[in-house]
Each structure stands twice: as structure tokens, then as C-alpha cells.
Nanobody, 118 residues
Framework: QVQLVESGGGLVQAGGSLRLSCAAS????????MRWYRQAPGKQRELVAL???????NYADSVKGRFTISRDNAKNTVYLQMSSLKPEDTGVYYC????????????WGQGTLVTVSS
């Protein structure tokens, strides 16, 4: 069974930077699109960024120009470089992926907490 494991969260001051990582591990598999979601306290989970297997990216308007999503297909890892962080970026960040082999399945990581202090 494929698992997603996030890392890189923490506490940072406003204006600072953090880099999140999400690695997929398990038996033989293939993953298509990968995404980062976040959930702020008391709010619904929202899509932050996505990247296709071919490298096409898309971002929420609130993070455009500040966040960069990238991936290493050889390592089955997706990254989220976050810069110019704001207190409203605080939340639990979740990695999400579309497994297509050996079967179609939606994968979720356990989440990593990002706290931006003002």
C-alpha cells in the first residue's frame, strides 16, 4: 500500500520561508497529479497548489507569486516552497496524490502544521 509522508512544517515569522516535502513510498506504483491542500482552524480544507506528472502547475490566487510547487518523479516526492509567509497561511498542510497503478486510488498524507506568527 502506498503511503504519503509529509515533513517540513513548523513555526515561522511573517515574511519567512518554509519548504514542505511529501514522499510517496510503497510497492510498485505510479502517481499522476500531486497536490497540496491546507486547512486553517475553523475553515474548510482548500487546494493550495497542484502539479501534474508532466510538471504543469496551478495555484490558488492567495499564494500565487509566493509559493512554488515542484516534484521529483524519480523520488516520488512533491515539494512546496513557501515564501513571504503571512499569518493567514497558518494551517495544517496535506499532501494529496492520484495513484493510477496498480489501481486508481486517492492518497492523503497525515498533514504537517505550519504556523506563521505576526
Amino acid at each position: 500500500q502506498v503511503q504519503l509522508v509529509e515533513s517540513g512544517g513548523g513555526l515561522v515569522q511573517a515574511g519567512g520561508s518554509l519548504r514542505l516535502s511529501c514522499a510517496a513510498s510503497g510497492s510498485i506504483f505510479m502517481i499522476n497529479a500531486m497536490r497540496w491542500y491546507r486547512q486553517a482552524p475553523g475553515k474548510q480544507r482548500e487546494l493550495v497548489a497542484l502539479i501534474t506528472r508532466g510538471g504543469t502547475t496551478n495555484y490558488a490566487d492567495s499564494v500565487k507569486g509566493r509559493f512554488t510547487i515542484s516534484r521529483d518523479n524519480a523520488k516520488n516526492t512533491v515539494y512546496l516552497q513557501m515564501s513571504s509567509l503571512k499569518p493567514e497561511d497558518t494551517g495544517v498542510y496535506y499532501c494529496n496524490a492520484d495513484q493510477i497503478l496498480p489501481k486508481v486510488l486517492e492518497l492523503w498524507g497525515q498533514g504537517t502544521l505550519v504556523t506563521v506568527s505576526s
